[in-house]
């Protein structure tokens, strides 16, 4: 599994819709060390209603199974809800 990846400032609805387009597992991990599969819808609710404040995520580490997922994520994380540079 890779490093976890520090999410700040993340529109929810965005972060959804990367979320199905990533291909292996993708896990939110609480500052308990708990891990919720984020593909699971369920797990999406429980997970992310405690970490949003105004519709937005304020902060949360994800970890990925796939790597390709993890780069996906983190250039969402920089770039906004495309997770691809500005021209």
Avoid: W, Y
């Amino acid at each position: 599994m890779s490093s976890p990846v520090q999410l700040h400032d993340v529109d929810v609805n965005s972060f959804l819709k990367v979320l199905d387009d990533c291909k292996g597992k993708v896990f939110l991990v609480t500052d308990e060390g708990d891990r919720l599969n984020l593909k699971s819808k369920l797990s999406q609710l429980v997970g992310l209603t405690r970490l949003i404040e105004g519709g937005k995520i304020a902060e949360a580490f994800v970890m990925c199974d796939d790597p390709e997922d993890e780069s996906k994520l983190f250039r969402f994380n920089l770039f906004g809800s495309e997770g691809k540079e500005p021209k």
